[in-house]
């Protein structure tokens, strides 16, 4: 069962949820059109090209980029000189975009739950062995970049 405890599975679920909450139980709550639709776009466009980024990054790196496994570089370059967690960062943007692309107010929610579940399940366990494996090097990485942005 340990296949279905990975970030996409989260991100598949929660968006799921908001887009049965706009199809089902709107509230009678919007965000009003166009602007919601624009932003909601550039969320969705920003979110995939930091996963598509750090991606690139990992592989050009010979890392993996599974979140239960422990790397076999730090990757400090590209995107991640900027943030510790682009994909994770661009799931949280992904569904952020989303949510506006659907105008499911009441599942704006699920941004923040989503950020929450990712940092326990994920990050904390995920910069924990990191900082094992790298020690010195990820004292430095970590006091220069920060986790999210």
């Known amino acids: 069962m340990r296949w ?16 049965m909450q706009a199809s089902h139980l709107s509230l009678g709550l919007s965000f009003g059109g166009v602007w919601a639709d624009f932003l909601g776009g550039l969320l969705v466009g920003g979110g995939i090209l930091l996963m598509l980024l750090a991606i690139t990054e990992m592989r050009r790196q010979k890392t993996t980029v599974l979140p239960h496994e422990t790397p076999d570089r730090l990757v400090q370059s590209g995107i991640f000189s900027k943030s510790r967690n682009p994909i994770y960062l661009g799931d949280v943007l992904l569904l952020a975009g989303l949510v506006l692309r659907f105008d499911a107010v009441p599942s704006l929610a699920l941004v923040p739950i989503l950020l929450w579940i990712l940092e326990k399940r994920f990050v904390i366990p995920e910069e924990d062995r990191m900082r094992r494996k790298f020690r010195m090097d990820w004292a430095r990485y970590e006091s220069k970049v920060r986790r999210w942005v």
């Open 4 to 19: 279905i405890d990975i970030p996409p599975v989260w991100l598949v679920a929660a968006i799921v949820l908001a887009w």
